[in-house]
């Protein structure tokens, strides 16, 4: 299906925000496709506090077959150091034809010509077909957390590979002409989080791929584990704790080997739990990084 993007004028957004029909659009609406009332009141609050479009504003996707109105997507905030929220949301009847992915491609293009260079979707780990619209747009998982209605969702994230803005640095080459960065955070805080989600653990055969021969780790318990004792606990979990996940860096110790840490927790019925100061080594094998070793560290204070 191919759609585009409608924006809203501000008497739209007035309409929506007060639960109607934008006028002129009354037939050409599909059922279930118009963003809730609160999509774009919080739009027009951006606009308010002095925020231009595209951040301020809604969209609506068109399907550009028959013109029809079939769903609302948009950004939930302005940029913040480049990096923007989207959301996103279609019609039941147009739903499983790609209408949503299109979508997304185009808002985040919108978002990397008005100069952002990161955009995040957050998605329950329980809603597969969301889940398949940000991978099918290019999204790679970040993190993990807990949102403002205490909800655990993960972090999607894709990042501009051109950005508009080109700095030049102290000897007046721009950014553009640094060499690339060996060592990618993005790349490997997402392996590292890929072994904190339910999916990876039930594989083995995964696991092995990411887990060094001569892994080992400390637990936060101060026990060490081997790479066999941690395949085996693994394994053969049949539940997995939930993990949130956040304050990554990255620092290249060498060719090929970096130093990830990061702070987790786990959540339970109670909120967050076993807050945790964690540290991975990671090395680049012909076959792809690998964990080489990692420990976690009680924090001192919860968060």
Same mark, same amino acid.
């Given at each position: 299906?191919?759609?585009?993007?409608?924006?809203?004028?501000?008497?739209?957004?007035?309409?929506?925000?007060?639960?109607?029909?934008?006028?002129?659009?009354?037939?050409?609406?599909?059922?279930?496709?118009?963003?809730?009332?609160?999509? +774009?009141? %919080?739009?027009?609050?951006?606009?308010?506090?002095?925020?231009?479009?595209?951040?301020?504003?809604?969209?609506?996707?068109?399907?550009?077959?028959?013109?029809?109105?079939?769903?609302?997507?948009?950004?939930?905030? +302005?940029?913040?150091?480049?990096?923007?929220? =989207?959301?996103?949301?279609? +019609?039941?009847?147009?739903?499983?034809?790609?209408?949503?992915?299109?979508?997304?491609?185009?808002?985040?293009?919108?978002?990397?010509?008005?100069? +952002?260079?990161?955009?995040?979707?957050?998605?329950?780990?329980?809603?597969?077909?969301?889940?398949?619209?940000?991978?099918?747009?290019?999204?790679?998982?970040?993190?993990? %957390?807990?949102?403002?209605?205490?909800?655990?969702?993960?972090?999607?994230?894709?990042?501009?590979?051109?950005?508009?803005?080109?700095?030049?640095?102290?000897?007046?080459?721009?950014?553009?002409?640094?060499?690339?960065?060996?060592?990618?955070?993005?790349?490997?805080?997402?392996?590292?989080?890929?072994?904190?989600?339910?999916?990876?653990?039930?594989?083995?055969?995964?696991?092995?791929?990411?887990?060094?021969?001569?892994?080992?780790?400390?637990?936060?318990?101060?026990?060490?584990?081997?790479?066999?004792? =941690?395949?085996?606990?693994?394994?053969?979990?049949?539940?997995?704790?939930?993990?949130?996940?956040?304050?990554?860096?990255?620092?290249?110790?060498?060719?090929?080997?970096?130093?990830?840490?990061?702070?987790?927790?786990?959540?339970?019925?109670?909120?967050? =739990?076993?807050?945790?100061?964690?540290?991975?080594?990671?090395?680049?094998?012909?076959?792809?990084?690998?964990?080489?070793?990692?420990?976690?560290?009680?924090?001192?204070?919860?968060?």
């Amino acid at each position: 299906m191919t759609v585009h993007l409608l924006q809203l004028p501000t008497a739209a957004l007035e309409a929506l925000a007060a639960s109607r029909v934008p006028e002129g659009l009354e037939d050409h609406v599909e059922p279930g496709s118009l963003p809730p009332a609160f999509v +774009a009141a %919080r739009s027009l609050e951006l606009a308010s506090a002095g925020h231009p479009v595209p951040w301020s504003t809604t969209f609506l996707i068109v399907n550009q077959e028959d013109a029809r109105i079939i769903g609302g997507c948009g950004f939930k905030n +302005a940029p913040v150091v480049g990096r923007v929220e =989207v959301g996103y949301g279609v +019609a039941p009847a147009a739903q499983g034809h790609g209408a949503a992915t299109e979508a997304l491609r185009l808002l985040v293009g919108t978002a990397f010509d008005a100069g +952002a260079t990161e955009v995040v979707a957050e998605v329950s780990p329980t809603n597969f077909a969301s889940t398949r619209v940000v991978q099918k747009a290019g999204f790679e998982k970040v993190g993990a %957390r807990l949102d403002g209605d205490n909800e655990y969702v993960i972090q999607w994230a894709r990042r501009s590979r051109d950005p508009l803005v080109v700095p030049a640095d102290a000897r007046g080459r721009t950014a553009r002409d640094q060499p690339a960065p060996s060592t990618s955070l993005q790349e490997i805080q997402a392996l590292e989080v890929e072994l904190h989600h339910p999916g990876v653990r039930c594989t083995r055969e995964r696991l092995e791929q990411l887990l060094h021969p001569d892994f080992h780790e400390v637990g936060r318990s101060g026990r060490a584990y081997d790479r066999d004792t =941690v395949l085996g606990y693994l394994s053969s979990l049949k539940a997995h704790p939930a993990v949130v996940s956040d304050s990554f860096a990255l620092v290249e110790l060498g060719p090929g080997v970096a130093l990830l840490t990061y702070r987790s927790a786990q959540v339970d019925s109670a909120g967050l =739990v076993n807050h945790t100061l964690r540290s991975s080594i990671w090395m680049m094998f012909p076959s792809g990084w690998q964990l080489r070793y990692h420990q976690g560290t009680p924090a001192g204070q919860a968060w």
